[in-house]
């Protein structure tokens, strides 16, 4: 084992929620060398898990961007498979920057103490050194990889006025000059500072230059340095935090040595809050003089009180214990008595604090692994909910065209002589009327003499079509209308639907479909064949029939004198032709166009129709392959994530669960007692090492599935998961269960009451009907995955193949016995469960753990699966009521669909249960 693997476990025994390595619970001396060691393990602690986000977080976006290249998804919803860019700012600061304690203060000699007591060295001039005019500018303390240490001046940390290294390397110093931390101190140093005119002479940029110190001290590493605030209220206090806060991780801890909070104090404090009002401060009043033993009880209430009131304490202990929320503050800021002569409380909030930072970090990977499965299930959803709907829709708009197409035949051919009278009833409702205007029907282009009669035979005809014409489009108009009313009723009982239907399926296209769909030219059909074509404007026969009439009215003329073209003459022309109009043959003629028009728009429709079909067969086949890679790829890609970044942040919070003594086996882990973790009291564990990628990925979705399923008293509970780190070659992953007493197949082998059987049928079915409910199938029901209570109350485990049933892809997964024939077809559903209850039930009827015999004459197992297939099942027993034996054999009935609702076996075994009782009382 690498010492790179090595998990750092720190207990402190301060927060609840973190863990292992004791910290000293003792107070710590100052100077202690354990204090340096123990700090050196927070930071390493740190690292380490900050090296696993890192880790992950390649992974994550590695995955996410295969995914993405895999167009799986819908647009929409592949757009939401990232990171955002401030989660992943944060992260990337954990990576980069090292951690800094800021420390502030009411005063430098605070700080200078407290810093001087950490570093066990006096390192800065201690007070009474400075006036209290003076300006104290911000010191940066850090170990860099420089054989030279020394200390240099710089401008917003970057640029660097001047290097006082050659100055410092000659002269071995202890203590930091007190000239150098001054604006404007008379050091020579500073001097060159204040009169180098090539670097700069701009007051502001010499306030804001820090000091910084370069020295090997044995608390700081790459990883940590110790930032001092610069005491100057006057400065612009903004700039200033961002120049402290720009490229480290800060921790900000704020010294009190004087009896209260001045005003300037509070004001300092209150314009923090408002900058940074999301980071917690560790208050720590430290004693104005060395004495411990003087420090009195009455400041210390008084300060807290003035931090209640300015919103850093309270008096309640109101820490979130929800380290997922963005919202509310990571933790409470905390206050520290006695500063200087227990650092162990410094020690614990400082590992509270990096807790929190790389809880927050992975909760934030963790959140996206399970926004993005909540998304591949909901598109797996809603894939197979197309896959089964879209040919049932197809098959319904087929249907219903057909409905209406022989309902509009049969209705125009019942229709004619309603058709018929229609006509009649317009040309008599019209009569009057259309000879009325065709007397004031001016009739352009005709060259009349003065007598008004026409000069030749052409103009002659002009007139009379020019009256047929009005005639013929006032008759239409009025007979479309007459007919559209009579119409309108199919077209409300069937397009209706019809159209709904249609416009789903339009929904359902791709995105990238033309814009010619087969769906959008079945609108146009239904569009053309039963709306327009009614409104005959342009009905070609009516207009024939028309045209033979005036024909044979031209006949009638006398050639010789040509009629005076006046009112009267006008009349007679339109009048003549009213007459003579056949409303049988109209009727008719109007009915065979219709027919013809409906059967072409049929046929129409028929052949788009199966256009449709084959486009959506097509869509259909890469839906079905894209919910196979769904399930298949992406489902156990991201689950795996999510199953490492939650155990990561489990392992954070509390720990590597203490393995007990080993309680059972299964096929794939060893289950060990666990007396206490993460708040439970009795737990199990149970390990796992899977042996490969599939079983990684079975592993991965259990979990993912387990964790999502709300708490049920049927269920039982998942409390969390820790990987294993610790040995690079085999990492095992540790779920931990809430403990039960045992499982069924030990109860019964030691037999129970008929009426606890009973019961714990009850527990099984309603644990099923919950998880049916759920969405999800079990597809591992047997003895040894029902636990009992101390009070024989059982609860569903292990749900290693439990899945969602639209992400199940028909695996044949289960116990030989349990299993319903169905599972051989890869077409099955969650009535499995149903049928594997009713061998379960044959077991709790049976009051034993022997195998039925009808199996136990099959020497393999390919052999009972083909005695199951054929329909051999457990027989009757002796003992078994006629109640009992119906509901099993109900529920292991050959057909899935004839099986009982979980509800119904449910009623059954609830009256059953009733009868003992009423008979035993
Ligand atoms: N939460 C628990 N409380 C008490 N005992 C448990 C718990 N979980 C499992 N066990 C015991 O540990 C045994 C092994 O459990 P495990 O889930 O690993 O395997 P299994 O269900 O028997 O078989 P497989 O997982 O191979 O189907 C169980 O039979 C049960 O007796």
């Given at each position: 084992m690498t010492d790179k693997n090595r998990p750092i476990t720190i207990t402190s025994n301060g927060g609840k929620s973190s863990s292992t390595l004791p910290l000293s619970t003792s107070p710590l001396p100052i100077h202690s060398s354990v204090l340096t060691q123990q700090f050196s393990d927070i930071i390493r602690r740190y690292k380490y898990y900050c090296q696993h986000i890192q880790r992950l977080l390649k992974e994550t976006e590695k995955s996410y961007d295969e995914i993405n290249d895999t167009r799986v998804l819908a647009p929409e919803k592949m757009s939401k498979i990232h990171l955002s860019k401030s989660d992943r700012e944060y992260l990337d600061a954990l990576k980069t920057r090292p951690l800094a304690l800021i420390i502030c203060s009411q005063s430098y000699s605070g700080k200078s103490r407290f810093v001087n007591e950490l570093l066990n060295e006096q390192l800065l001039p201690e007070s009474p050194i400075i006036d209290n005019n003076a300006v104290v500018r911000m010191i940066r303390i850090k170990v860099e990889n420089h054989p030279i240490h020394g200390a240099s001046f710089s401008i917003s940390g970057s640029f660097e006025l001047i290097n006082a290294d050659i100055m410092y390397k000659a002269v071995s110093w202890a203590t930091v000059p007190r000239d150098d931390l001054i604006v404007n101190g008379t050091n020579e140093h500073n001097s060159l500072l204040n009169n180098d005119d090539n670097l700069t002479d701009d007051y502001e940029q010499q306030e804001t230059a820090s000091l910084e110190i370069r020295k090997p001290l044995e608390l700081l590493s790459d990883d940590l340095q110790i930032v001092i605030t610069p005491s100057n209220q006057n400065l612009n206090m903004?700039?200033?935090?961002?120049?402290?806060?720009e490229n480290i991780v800060p921790i900000f801890i704020y010294i009190i040595d004087q009896e209260i909070l001045s005003p300037n104090d509070i004001d300092e404090l209150r314009f923090f809050r408002s900058i940074v009002p999301n980071e917690p401060i560790l208050f720590i009043r430290i004693d104005q003089s060395d004495n411990s033993s003087n420090m009195s009880e009455a400041p210390c209430v008084q300060t807290f009180r003035q931090l209640c009131d300015l919103g850093f304490l309270s008096f309640l202990n109101t820490e979130s214990s929800d380290n997922t929320s963005d919202t509310t503050p990571l933790f409470q800021s905390d206050m520290i008595d006695n500063g200087l002569t227990n650092f162990t409380l410094f020690l614990n909030y400082v590992l509270k604090h990096i807790d929190r930072l790389t809880i927050r970090a992975v909760g934030i990977l963790q959140r996206s692994h399970e926004l993005c499965l909540d998304l591949f299930n909901d598109s797996a959803f809603d894939m197979a909910r197309d896959i089964l709907i879209t040919p049932k829709r197809l098959s319904y708009a087929r249907e219903k065209e057909k409905n209406l197409y022989e309902s509009l035949i049969a209705l125009t051919n019942s229709k004619q002589n309603e058709i018929?009278?229609?006509?009649?009833?317009?040309?008599?409702?019209?009569?009057?009327?259309?000879?009325?205007?065709?007397?004031?029907?001016?009739?352009?282009?005709?060259?009349?003499?003065?007598?008004?009669?026409?000069?030749?035979?052409?103009?002659?005809k002009k007139c009379t079509s020019a009256i047929q014409e009005q005639i013929l489009v006032r008759l239409n108009e009025t007979i479309a209308n007459k007919l559209l009313d009579s119409i309108n009723v199919l077209h409300d009982n069937y397009i209706g639907t019809l159209t709904r239907c249609l416009f789903s399926l339009e929904g359902s296209r791709d995105e990238d479909e033309s814009e010619l769909s087969a769906s959008k030219a079945l609108q146009e059909i239904l569009h053309s064949a039963y709306e327009v074509n009614l409104s005959l404007p342009t009905n070609s026969n009516l207009f024939q029939i028309l045209i033979d009439k005036m024909k044979e009215l031209f006949r009638t003329f006398s050639w010789n004198h040509f009629p005076r073209i006046d009112p009267e003459f006008k009349r007679s022309v339109a009048l003549d032709i009213l007459n003579s109009l056949s409303e049988a043959k109209l009727a008719k003629s109007v009915c065979t166009q219709l027919n013809d028009r409906i059967r072409m728009s049929h046929d129409n429709f028929e052949t788009l129709l199966k256009q449709l079909e084959h486009r959506h067969s097509d869509r259909l086949k890469s839906t079905e392959d894209k919910q196979q890679r769904v399930r298949k790829e992406c489902t156990p890609k991201i689950a795996r994530l999510l199953l490492e970044s939650t155990s990561l942040k489990d392992l954070i919070q509390y720990g590597l669960p203490k393995q007990g003594r080993e309680i059972g086996r299964g096929q794939y882990g060893v289950v060990y007692d666990c007396k206490s973790w993460a708040n439970h009291q009795s737990c199990v564990l149970k390990s796992v090492i899977p042996p490969d990628d599939r079983h990684w990925n079975d592993l991965a979705l259990e979990f993912h599935y387990l964790r999502r399923i709300p708490e049920h008293p049927r269920i039982v509970k998942l409390i969390g998961s820790v990987i294993d780190y610790t040995d690079s070659d085999q990492t095992p992953v540790l779920l931990v269960m809430e403990r039960l007493k045992r499982d069924l197949y030990a109860a019964l082998k030691n037999r129970l009451e008929f009426s606890i059987r009973?019961?714990?049928a009850l527990d099984v079915v309603e644990g099923l009907r919950y998880l049916h409910g759920l969405g999800l199938v079990h597809r591992d029901i047997k003895l040894k995955n029902v636990l009992l209570d101390e009070t024989n109350r059982a609860r569903i485990t292990d749900l290693g193949f439990c899945k969602p049933e639209v992400m199940m892809s028909g695996s044949l997964v289960g116990t030989p016995i349990h299993?319903?024939?169905?599972?051989?077809?890869?077409?099955?559903?969650?009535?499995?469960d149903i049928y594997a209850f009713g061998i379960l039930f044959w077991y709790i009827c049976s009051n034993g753990i022997k195998l039925p015999t009808n199996f136990d004459v099959c020497s393999s197992k390919d052999i009972l699966w083909s005695a199951v297939k054929k329909g051999v099942r457990p027989e009757r027993l002796m003992d078994f009521s006629d109640e009992c034996w119906a509901i099993m054999t109900k529920c292991w009935d050959t057909q899935p669909s004839q099986r009982p609702y979980l509800g119904e076996v449910q009623e059954k075994i609830e009256q059953i249960l009733n009868n003992t009782r009423t008979t035993s009382v």
């Amino acid at each position: 084992m690498t010492d790179k693997n090595r998990p750092i476990t720190i207990t402190s025994n301060g927060g609840k929620s973190s863990s292992t390595l004791p910290l000293s619970t003792s107070p710590l001396p100052i100077h202690s060398s354990v204090l340096t060691q123990q700090f050196s393990d927070i930071i390493r602690r740190y690292k380490y898990y900050c090296q696993h986000i890192q880790r992950l977080l390649k992974e994550t976006e590695k995955s996410y961007d295969e995914i993405n290249d895999t167009r799986v998804l819908a647009p929409e919803k592949m757009s939401k498979i990232h990171l955002s860019k401030s989660d992943r700012e944060y992260l990337d600061a954990l990576k980069t920057r090292p951690l800094a304690l800021i420390i502030c203060s009411q005063s430098y000699s605070g700080k200078s103490r407290f810093v001087n007591e950490l570093l066990n060295e006096q390192l800065l001039p201690e007070s009474p050194i400075i006036d209290n005019n003076a300006v104290v500018r911000m010191i940066r303390i850090k170990v860099e990889n420089h054989p030279i240490h020394g200390a240099s001046f710089s401008i917003s940390g970057s640029f660097e006025l001047i290097n006082a290294d050659i100055m410092y390397k000659a002269v071995s110093w202890a203590t930091v000059p007190r000239d150098d931390l001054i604006v404007n101190g008379t050091n020579e140093h500073n001097s060159l500072l204040n009169n180098d005119d090539n670097l700069t002479d701009d007051y502001e940029q010499q306030e804001t230059a820090s000091l910084e110190i370069r020295k090997p001290l044995e608390l700081l590493s790459d990883d940590l340095q110790i930032v001092i605030t610069p005491s100057n209220q006057n400065l612009n206090m903004k700039q200033i935090y961002v120049q402290i806060t720009e490229n480290i991780v800060p921790i900000f801890i704020y010294i009190i040595d004087q009896e209260i909070l001045s005003p300037n104090d509070i004001d300092e404090l209150r314009f923090f809050r408002s900058i940074v009002p999301n980071e917690p401060i560790l208050f720590i009043r430290i004693d104005q003089s060395d004495n411990s033993s003087n420090m009195s009880e009455a400041p210390c209430v008084q300060t807290f009180r003035q931090l209640c009131d300015l919103g850093f304490l309270s008096f309640l202990n109101t820490e979130s214990s929800d380290n997922t929320s963005d919202t509310t503050p990571l933790f409470q800021s905390d206050m520290i008595d006695n500063g200087l002569t227990n650092f162990t409380l410094f020690l614990n909030y400082v590992l509270k604090h990096i807790d929190r930072l790389t809880i927050r970090a992975v909760g934030i990977l963790q959140r996206s692994h399970e926004l993005c499965l909540d998304l591949f299930n909901d598109s797996a959803f809603d894939m197979a909910r197309d896959i089964l709907i879209t040919p049932k829709r197809l098959s319904y708009a087929r249907e219903k065209e057909k409905n209406l197409y022989e309902s509009l035949i049969a209705l125009t051919n019942s229709k004619q002589n309603e058709i018929q009278k229609l006509i009649l009833q317009a040309v008599d409702e019209m009569h009057e009327v259309l000879a009325d205007e065709a007397c004031s029907l001016e009739i352009p282009g005709i060259e009349l003499t003065d007598q008004l009669t026409v000069k030749n035979a052409r103009d002659l005809k002009k007139c009379t079509s020019a009256i047929q014409e009005q005639i013929l489009v006032r008759l239409n108009e009025t007979i479309a209308n007459k007919l559209l009313d009579s119409i309108n009723v199919l077209h409300d009982n069937y397009i209706g639907t019809l159209t709904r239907c249609l416009f789903s399926l339009e929904g359902s296209r791709d995105e990238d479909e033309s814009e010619l769909s087969a769906s959008k030219a079945l609108q146009e059909i239904l569009h053309s064949a039963y709306e327009v074509n009614l409104s005959l404007p342009t009905n070609s026969n009516l207009f024939q029939i028309l045209i033979d009439k005036m024909k044979e009215l031209f006949r009638t003329f006398s050639w010789n004198h040509f009629p005076r073209i006046d009112p009267e003459f006008k009349r007679s022309v339109a009048l003549d032709i009213l007459n003579s109009l056949s409303e049988a043959k109209l009727a008719k003629s109007v009915c065979t166009q219709l027919n013809d028009r409906i059967r072409m728009s049929h046929d129409n429709f028929e052949t788009l129709l199966k256009q449709l079909e084959h486009r959506h067969s097509d869509r259909l086949k890469s839906t079905e392959d894209k919910q196979q890679r769904v399930r298949k790829e992406c489902t156990p890609k991201i689950a795996r994530l999510l199953l490492e970044s939650t155990s990561l942040k489990d392992l954070i919070q509390y720990g590597l669960p203490k393995q007990g003594r080993e309680i059972g086996r299964g096929q794939y882990g060893v289950v060990y007692d666990c007396k206490s973790w993460a708040n439970h009291q009795s737990c199990v564990l149970k390990s796992v090492i899977p042996p490969d990628d599939r079983h990684w990925n079975d592993l991965a979705l259990e979990f993912h599935y387990l964790r999502r399923i709300p708490e049920h008293p049927r269920i039982v509970k998942l409390i969390g998961s820790v990987i294993d780190y610790t040995d690079s070659d085999q990492t095992p992953v540790l779920l931990v269960m809430e403990r039960l007493k045992r499982d069924l197949y030990a109860a019964l082998k030691n037999r129970l009451e008929f009426s606890i059987r009973m019961r714990i049928a009850l527990d099984v079915v309603e644990g099923l009907r919950y998880l049916h409910g759920l969405g999800l199938v079990h597809r591992d029901i047997k003895l040894k995955n029902v636990l009992l209570d101390e009070t024989n109350r059982a609860r569903i485990t292990d749900l290693g193949f439990c899945k969602p049933e639209v992400m199940m892809s028909g695996s044949l997964v289960g116990t030989p016995i349990h299993m319903a024939p169905e599972l051989f077809t890869s077409k099955y559903d969650h009535t499995v469960d149903i049928y594997a209850f009713g061998i379960l039930f044959w077991y709790i009827c049976s009051n034993g753990i022997k195998l039925p015999t009808n199996f136990d004459v099959c020497s393999s197992k390919d052999i009972l699966w083909s005695a199951v297939k054929k329909g051999v099942r457990p027989e009757r027993l002796m003992d078994f009521s006629d109640e009992c034996w119906a509901i099993m054999t109900k529920c292991w009935d050959t057909q899935p669909s004839q099986r009982p609702y979980l509800g119904e076996v449910q009623e059954k075994i609830e009256q059953i249960l009733n009868n003992t009782r009423t008979t035993s009382v």
